[in-house]
């Protein structure tokens, strides 16, 4: 659960953020960080520490959760068998390819979520659209 500590204190207020939450935790998926990572990035190697695990740490600080990384780090160091030295050495040579691959991504499947949920437009009878339009000054004449 990348989001779980930022949203957790949204949960108990509103059933909106546990649907958004589940949403967003399908749509950014330790997984699929870790693929685009191991696909992209160029200078860069998949080790001991996973991308997403350092996406999760930069999560908690953009979201206000944390005040730093290293801050983030130390809250969840149980998780961690690199130090916090290694986590910043990662975060300073991402790639900008890995960051582009990791918005595109999220951004198709955060798209299709959002097509899933737009309402279907019917097919409208178009004598049936033309009566609700008002009538103009020109029309009249």
């Not at 949203?7 to 997984?31: C, H, Q």
């Not at 206000?64 to 690199?82: H, I, M």
Request: with cysteine; aromatic share 6%; net charge positive.
């Amino acid at each position: 659960m990348m989001f779980g500590e930022v949203l957790d204190r949204f949960v108990a207020e509103s059933a909106v953020s546990v649907m958004f939450r589940g949403t967003l935790e399908n749509a950014v998926t330790p997984e699929l960080l870790d693929e685009v990572f191991a696909q992209t990035a160029k200078r860069q190697r998949c080790g001991e520490l996973l991308f997403s695990s350092v996406v999760n740490l930069l999560g908690l600080v953009a979201t206000g959760s944390r005040k730093s990384v290293n801050a983030a780090y130390k809250a969840r160091k149980e998780q961690f068998t690199v130090s916090v030295t290694a986590v910043y050495d990662k975060l300073s040579g991402v790639e900008t390819a890995v960051s582009r691959q990791m918005v595109r991504q999220t951004a198709l499947r955060m798209a299709e979520v959002v097509r899933r949920l737009s309402p279907r437009r019917r097919n409208r009878n178009p004598l049936v659209a033309q009566r609700k339009q008002p009538k103009t000054h020109a029309s009249l004449t």
